[in-house]
């Protein structure tokens, strides 16, 4: 009896062992099954090693994915106004972004969002002679909103970066350069971002949460931007600081009177920065480019072709050495015959083909 009592004592050890094994087993293929097939969380898309980025406006479909593939650009700079989302306020229309983050999510491409282009109803500050910027507010609500449906885990996938506006802050131009810099200045931009940026951390903490974009090339006016911000402690509500580079026709390695080189532009951001003990902060570079033709852009910014290759191979190479860059993206690709797109109907430009082998050549920027 003793004997017949071990042997089931160890027949049930075994099947014990056997369903231990068995549900290990099955809880492991259900997590790599939920890894590989689910929406893509804050954890998983989530890398720093991936520097390149192109820049769209509206358009993001499937023909743009397989351009970022051909590139090996894992970065996309996704530009939709906020007066197309909201209309009027709190009546929603999420379909093209939510559209453009399933797409983006599911090839795995990150995605930065810039809050941009206020509808007429949220314009609360005045400057020259009209409702021109948002109220803070207003933007921080929108802010809000796009984060909190966004943040990997309300079913509509995950935006792992923001910018607290675009151009629009530091861009318009009425004919009257004394009317037009006075609206360029940061004392209507603050507010703003002091307001947004904690709104959007609180719906989705994990992501990033950069400033506008400094659109004026001109070196006095950069660095009074960022000091602005710094002595009005604003330091503290951007995780990036963000500049966008367009020189028309001029070399961006040539700086001329007050508009700098692509690298001093950086730098004068950088110093002030440093001045300010917050260097460790990285600097993203959300567009920069320049067109082969007339078409969409500025007749007298064209230049040709292969000039374009070699100012763009100039900027990726700047930015890579710079070591306070973290980003880089160009505007754009898959964007018809516009004048500043890569792509063309009759095929691609040398540039993107330089931009190819160039990436090929220095994936990452890590040391």
């Known amino acids: 009896m003793k004997e017949k009592s071990k042997q089931a004592m160890r027949r049930w050890k075994i099947i014990a062992l056997c369903f231990l094994i068995g549900l290990l087993l099955l809880l492991a293929i259900l997590t790599l099954e939920k890894w590989l097939f689910s929406g893509p969380s804050e954890q998983q898309i989530m890398q720093w090693d991936h520097p390149y980025g192109i820049t769209v406006y509206q358009t993001f479909r499937p023909q743009t994915i397989t351009n970022l593939k051909q590139l090996n650009i894992h970065w996309i700079r996704y530009q939709l106004n906020w007066s197309t989302i909201e209309p009027q306020p709190h009546i929603y229309h999420w379909e093209i972004l939510d559209a453009a983050v399933k797409l983006a999510n599911d090839n795995h491409i990150h995605m930065t969002f810039p809050l941009q282009a206020a509808p007429s109803w949220a314009l609360r500050q005045m400057c020259a002679g009209r409702l021109l ?15 909190q449906r966004y943040n990997g885990k309300s079913g509509h996938g995950y935006i792992e970066s923001y910018e607290v506006g675009n151009e629009e802050f530091d861009s318009l131009w009425t004919g009257n350069w004394s009317e037009s810099i006075a609206c360029r200045i940061p004392d209507y931009y603050g507010p703003i971002l002091q307001a947004t940026y904690p709104t959007i951390k609180a719906a989705s903490p994990q992501a990033q949460v950069g400033m506008n974009s400094i659109w004026w090339v001109n070196g006095p006016h950069i660095k009074d931007y960022m000091q602005w911000l710094y002595q009005h402690h604003e330091g503290k509500y951007f995780d990036f600081a963000n500049f966008h580079y367009y020189s028309c026709t001029r070399d961006p390695a040539v700086g001329q009177a007050d508009s700098p080189s692509f690298h001093q532009e950086w730098q004068t951001i950088h110093a002030v920065m440093q ?22 852009q500025d007749p007298h ?14 900027t990726a190479t700047d930015a890579m050495r710079s070591h306070v860059i973290q980003h880089i993206f160009w505007y754009t690709v898959d964007r018809g015959n516009d004048g500043m797109s890569l792509t063309q109907p009759q095929g691609q430009l040398p540039a993107f083909y330089a931009l190819q082998n160039f990436i090929k050549q220095h994936p990452s920027w890590q040391p």
């Open 133 to 147: 910027f948002p109220g803070p507010a207003e933007m921080a609500n929108f802010g809000q909103s796009v984060a």
């Open 301 to 314: 910014c064209t230049i040709t072709p292969q000039t374009q290759a070699q100012y763009i191979i100039k």
């Open 275 to 296: 001045a300010y003990e917050d260097q460790a902060k990285p600097i993203w570079v959300t567009e920069v480019g320049w067109n082969t033709s007339a078409i969409q």
